[in-house]
């Protein structure tokens, strides 16, 4: 089955600095990959997504970059700010046995900003 | 507000007992989808269900089970609860099963915390 890796697991960085999650997936079938954040004792939340016809999207400070060659892609947080700080979720879209999508998600992210 | 409901927030039960969480989506949506996750653990797909159907299955254990009635609300059963069961069970919705620009975004619940002692 489909299969989603997240790196790194823990990242700390100052505000005002730039901060990347990378994740790989295994599916060469998968053609979405949403991005959630969840604050702590929170809900996931979609903070943006892609499909795999787009190479890159950005919306204000938040860039997802896909690979589908290289089953890659990537979030770019740019200028960090401390209420950026929770735990980023990749997913990737995957088919089931029953043919229809799933969301396999990455084991997450917690990202750190210090003032 | 994501405009998906889940109830009860908080469940404290004991080991062997039986719960039942409920989800009610979004106006409109049809898919349900059923997600555990453990103490700083990601999110673990169990099921799905659209349009009152089930449509993927994930590592949903067998002493769990799930359905969704016709006004599209959603529970989920789990059975004969041992310790490692307590966790965060998140429900979410999405307007279709997997069609469709946006079709396949999915809007989570609060959560069910499960305490099993």
């Known amino acids: 089955g489909e299969n989603v890796e997240q790196h790194p697991s823990t990242l700390s960085v100052q505000e005002g600095d730039s901060a990347v999650i990378k994740c790989t997936y295994s599916?060469?079938?998968?053609?979405?990959f949403p991005w959630y954040k969840q604050e702590l004792g929170k809900r996931p939340q979609l903070i943006i997504d892609i499909r795999s016809n787009v190479g890159e999207k950005k919306d204000q400070r938040i860039a997802v970059t896909l690979n589908k060659t290289a089953k890659h892609f990537s979030l770019h947080i740019t200028e960090t700010q401390p209420e950026d700080s929770a735990v980023y979720f990749c997913?990737?879209?995957?088919?089931?046995?029953?043919?229809?999508?799933?969301?396999?998600f990455g084991t997450g992210t917690r990202l750190l900003v210090s003032p | 507000d994501s405009g998906v409901t889940q109830t009860p927030k908080h469940l404290i039960t004991a080991t062997g007992q039986r719960v039942t969480l409920r989800c009610s989506p979004r106006s409109g949506d049809l898919s349900v989808y059923w997600y555990q996750q453990s103490l700083d653990q990601g999110l673990q797909f169990l099921i799905q269900y659209y349009n009152g159907e089930e449509r993927a299955k994930g590592n949903i254990l067998e002493r769990f089970s799930a359905q969704q009635f016709p006004d599209l609300h959603s529970e989920l059963n789990l059975s004969s609860l041992e310790l490692g069961d307590s966790a965060l069970y998140f429900c979410?919705?999405?307007?279709?099963?997997?069609?469709?620009?946006?079709?396949?975004?999915?809007?989570f619940g609060a959560g069910t915390r499960l305490s099993v002692l």
């Open positions: 997913a990737a879209s995957s088919k089931s046995n029953t043919g229809f999508q799933k969301l396999v």
């Open positions: 599916d060469s079938a998968s053609n979405y």
């Open positions: 979410a919705s999405s307007p279709s099963a997997d069609s469709g620009t946006g079709g396949r975004i999915q809007y």
